[in-house]
């Protein structure tokens, strides 16, 4: 049986009871680091399961230590200074969960109130097609180079690549235009 499926088999079935586990008891750490080696890792696999996302677990977990490490002097005298760490981490994840919602729905207001934009007037129309089905990173550079009309330098700061990249980008999207394009004729 798994770490997880014993844990789950000391919960009892009377939630008055609470866990009892090791974990149920508070424990009080003498440093950050000594609450740092005991509590990362399952805090870390527990937001992993609870986000989605092993790097933002990661991150929100290690934003927690680091406060810890600024709020010691106070959080030292906690009676579970690891449930104080948890609740950091499990805030600091909500935050971004927060964020990306906000964003989203900006971006969904800013689609809907934006014209819709369609290439230059003088392109062809079976042109801009062939551009969309490109991977992004040619299309980006077709689009910078050649709509925008941007220098190599120019377009590599924007897209922070090399200008070497920029080029090989800017040639495969020419030989897979001109595969699209024959294909169509």
């Given amino acids: 049986m798994n770490e997880f499926a ?49 790097h933002l677990a990661e991150e929100a977990v290690q934003e927690a230590f680091a406060r810890l490490c600024l709020n010691w002097a ?7 200074q690891a449930a104080w760490v948890r609740r950091v981490a499990v805030n600091r994840a909500r935050d971004h969960h927060r964020s990306l919602l906000r964003k989203a729905r ?20 079976r042109v801009a097609e062939a551009i969309r089905k490109l991977p992004l990173k040619q299309r980006t550079a077709v689009a910078l180079f050649y709509l925008a009309d941007l ?13 070497g990249a920029v080029k090989r980008h800017l040639s495969r999207a020419r030989d897979g235009l001109r595969t699209i394009l024959e294909e169509r004729s």
């Fill in 151 to 163: 220098s190599l330098a120019d377009v590599a700061g924007a897209m922070s690549i090399s200008e």
């Fill in 6 to 54: 014993q844990n789950l088999s000391v919960v009892s079935d009377d939630p008055r009871e609470g866990r009892r586990s090791a974990h149920a008891t508070s424990l009080r750490y003498d440093s950050p680091d000594a609450l740092f080696r005991e509590e990362y890792e399952r805090l870390s696999r527990a937001l992993t399961l609870i986000t989605g996302d092993v």
């Fill in 106 to 125: 900006f971006l969904l207001r800013l689609a809907d109130s934006a014209p819709a934009m369609e290439p230059a007037a003088s392109m062809d129309p």
């Fill in 74 to 80: 106070r959080v030292s005298e906690y009676e579970d």
